[in-house]
């Protein structure tokens, strides 16, 4: 029999997972399971609940589940996101939601279901690639699968090769075009040749990267990397038999080249099968040419042909090249913007320029390197999306953080588009904060710090000050700007989950919104719940400004102190 806490989750077991709707994700499955839960029950309970009702035990099992979460509540409007349920953890993330978000009663689940006799757990949905992959997820029968043993790298290499790596050039070329890397992730394109100065995930730490790179294609000489130095790997011309990891690091150690002799090369055809570069004089005198071919059984790029060196001069004296694009940049400087986000542009530009030897322009590096941070950290307009479930994951791990996040509605046109919604304010706090001000002196120290980030705005922070005179942090919060608003939406949470007890003391500078704020009759922050004092320092810097001295400022500090 079913508690008073037990609630109706609505399972779907087919259909599909539209995203960009009016309200975001949505299942299609227009005949849902209906299954009573509670916030005890547990994922292997969940699971079996739902094979019961389908009749499947045995036959199929849930791989795992989609939650269609609940991310921002504005009004009557609800958005969705798709968060992917697979353990006990994770299912307390729905529990979390509903409490939450009482507006939505019912959640709702997807279950992803697999072959049980299957030794290989077969798909239950394909993803349609001729359009956005995050549009649609349609579920579609389980098709049979090949399985076939791969050969083990490095055996029978002399036995078994590859009829489609031959050395005859096609009899057809295709028309000249520029070397396009595509969708390439610069993270993935190494140069393949200096694996001292190769930069690598973090969790790959523990592993001897070295060794299992130089064992993966032992006696293969190394390519010309972006990060190389003029013969770092021994090397000055390509080698038939040189292989490469794939073909974005195959282009890159060709763009490389070409930079570094100061020579133009086109490309004359490019494939997912074979690549083919000849020199810009190519039948002028010159007869340097390259022709890459995919290994496919064993997964690599190969150099196939290789005609060189260049025997033609430069026909003009360029300080910028064609081939010093944004894959070679950006595989350059990434290591540079992953150790210090804010590294300044004329540094990348400098040290591209003495590397390579030709100098892009400031407006190119300036692109990469947004292009790099949003590689590393994360793209702006990700990052605020991804607000509601960092809210929630905090939540999760540590139970008691209270969190406030207040958004806007969109106006289009005059219209209020409910399918959108600002962010405007975050406020937060952690457990241990709230509990550590209980045990320090009553006063709190608060001032904001502006952003300078893409869309700017205001971190609010207060302090407090334990008996050894050690700082605090307690609270914090995201908002547009410093004025009354944004100071009264801070210090009511302020007082409402850290400071409660009477007699505090505030501490700020002298701005406006702070005073408004604090005398605000229904703010709590009136004498005798609390009093203000102003930071000495703001009101230093502020009179040393029109009262000018070599000892004005600290004759002010001393008699403040005094």
């Not at 150099?303 to 950006?330: E, F, M, Q, W």
Request: glycine share 8%; proline share 6%; with cysteine.
């Amino acid at each position: 029999m079913a508690s008073e806490d037990s609630f109706l989750v609505l399972v779907h077991h087919r259909g599909s997972i539209k995203r960009k709707t009016r309200s975001g994700v949505k299942f299609t499955d227009k005949d849902p399971l209906c299954i009573i839960v509670s916030p005890t029950t547990s994922y292997d309970a969940l699971v079996s609940s739902v094979l019961a009702k389908l009749g499947l035990e045995g036959v199929k099992k849930v791989k795992k589940f989609f939650y269609r979460i609940p991310t921002v509540v504005l009004h009557d409007t609800v958005k969705y996101d798709c968060f992917t349920i697979g353990s006990d953890e994770d299912l307390q993330v729905m529990y979390l939601c509903r409490r939450q978000f009482p507006e939505v009663r019912t959640p709702e689940l997807l279950a992803k279901l697999v072959d049980v006799r299957q030794a290989v757990a077969y798909p239950s949905f394909a993803v349609h690639l001729s359009g956005n992959v995050r549009d649609e997820v349609r579920y579609e029968e389980h098709l049979p699968t090949e399985l076939r043993c791969p050969t083990p790298a490095g055996v029978g290499e002399g036995l078994f090769d590859d009829p489609d790596d031959d050395d005859v050039e096609p009899d057809m070329i295709s028309d000249d075009s520029d070397d396009d890397l595509g969708t390439s992730d610069p993270r993935r394109a190494t140069g393949g040749s200096s694996s001292g100065t190769q930069q690598y995930p973090p969790h790959f730490s523990s592993l001897d990267l070295d060794a299992m790179r130089n064992d993966e294609h032992p006696g293969q000489p190394a390519g010309f990397g972006p990060r190389d130095t003029e013969g770092s790997a021994g090397m000055t011309e390509f080698q038939v038999g040189q292989q490469f990891r794939d073909k974005d690091e195959a282009l890159l150690s060709v763009k490389t080249y070409s930079i570094r002799r100061g020579v133009q090369y086109k490309v004359v055809e490019s494939d997912y099968r074979r690549y083919v570069g000849k020199c810009f004089e190519f039948g002028n005198g010159c007869t340097w040419l390259i022709r890459l071919s995919l290994r496919q059984r064993k997964g690599f790029w190969e150099v196939k042909r290789y005609n060189g060196p260049h025997t033609c001069l430069a026909t003009s004296i360029s300080s910028d090249h064609r081939s010093l694009d944004y894959h070679v940049i950006a595989t350059f400087i990434m290591p540079m913007v992953r150790a210090d986000a804010s590294v300044n542009i004329k540094v990348l530009l400098n040290a591209t320029t003495v590397h390579f030897g030709f100098r892009p322009t400031y407006r190119r590096v300036w692109m990469v390197k947004q292009k790099a941070v949003a590689i590393i950290y994360g793209d702006w307009d990700e990052s605020y999306n991804e607000l509601p479930r960092w809210v929630l994951g905090v939540q999760l791990t540590m139970p008691g953080t209270v969190v406030a996040l207040r958004t806007c509605p969109v106006r289009v046109g005059g219209q209020l588009d409910e399918s959108h919604a600002y962010f405007q304010r975050l406020f937060w706090t952690f457990p241990p904060c709230i509990e550590a001000f209980r045990h320090c002196k009553p006063l709190v120290s608060i001032d904001g710090t502006h952003l300078y980030g893409k869309y700017g705005g205001t971190l609010l922070v207060a302090i407090a000050q334990d008996g050894n005179s050690n700082i605090l942090p307690v609270t914090f919060a995201l908002v547009e700007g410093e004025n009354a608003e944004s100071w009264s939406f801070f210090l009511s949470h302020l007082r409402q989950h850290v400071t409660p007890q009477p007699g505090l003391l505030v501490i700020s500078d002298r701005h406006n919104g702070i005073k408004t704020a604090l005398e605000a009759p229904d703010g709590g922050w009136l004498p005798p719940a609390a009093y203000r004092a102003f930071c000495i320092q703001h009101v230093a810097t502020n009179f040393a400004l029109t009262f000018k001295g070599k000892n004005t400022r600290r004759l002010l500090v001393n008699a403040a102190y005094a």
